[in-house]
C-alpha cells in the first residue's frame, strides 16, 4: 500500500513538476500500467459475462497468467519483467520529450487492447449460475 501510494502521488504530482503537462500524466499511466491492464481486463471480463464488477473471480491478469504457465514463480516473473518494461518505456519517453511520450503510450495502449483480446478468448473464465439462497428453515 504506501508504494501505491507513492505511485498516485507521483501522478498527481508529475505534471505540475516535469514540465511535461499531459504527457507527465501519460507517463505516470505508463508505470501503473500493470495495474490498469489487470483493472480494464477485469472490467471488460465481467461486463461481458454479465458478472457484477463488485463480485470476487479468478478472472484477473495473474489468474490468467497462472493458467497458461502453471507456474507462480513464472508469473511473477513475468509480471516484474513487464513492470520493469513499463518503467523503462516511461523513463526513455519523458527524457525525450512531449511527443515520444505520446507515441509511447499509444503503442502501449495498442499492445495491451492485443494482450487483453488474446487473454479474453483463449483464457476466460466461463461464466458461472448464480448460487441459490439458502432458506433459513
Known amino acids: ?23 507527465a500524466l501519460l507517463c505516470a499511466a505508463l ?44 508469473v511473477a516473473a513475468m509480471l516484474g519483467v513487464l513492470q520493469l518494461a513499463l518503467c523503462a518505456v516511461a523513463l526513455t519517453a519523458s527524457e525525450s520529450g512531449r511527443e515520444a511520450v505520446v507515441w509511447a503510450a499509444a503503442g502501449t495502449v495498442v499492445i495491451a487492447i492485443a494482450v487483453i483480446t488474446v487473454l479474453e478468448i483463449r483464457y476466460s473464465v466461463p461464466r458461472t449460475a448464480p448460487v441459490p439462497a439458502r432458506s433459513s428453515e
Open 31 to 74: 508505470v501503473v500500467g500493470l495495474v490498469i491492464l489487470d483493472t480494464t481486463l477485469v472490467v471488460i471480463s465481467r461486463r461481458r459475462r454479465g458478472i457484477s464488477l463488485l463480485t470476487g473471480g479468478r478472472d484477473h491478469l495473474t489468474h490468467r497468467l497462472l493458467a497458461m504457465t502453471g507456474s507462480p514463480h513464472a
Open 1 to 23: 500500500m504506501p508504494i501505491g501510494f507513492i505511485a498516485a502521488a507521483g501522478a498527481i504530482a508529475a505534471p505540475s513538476q516535469s514540465g511535461l503537462g499531459f504527457a
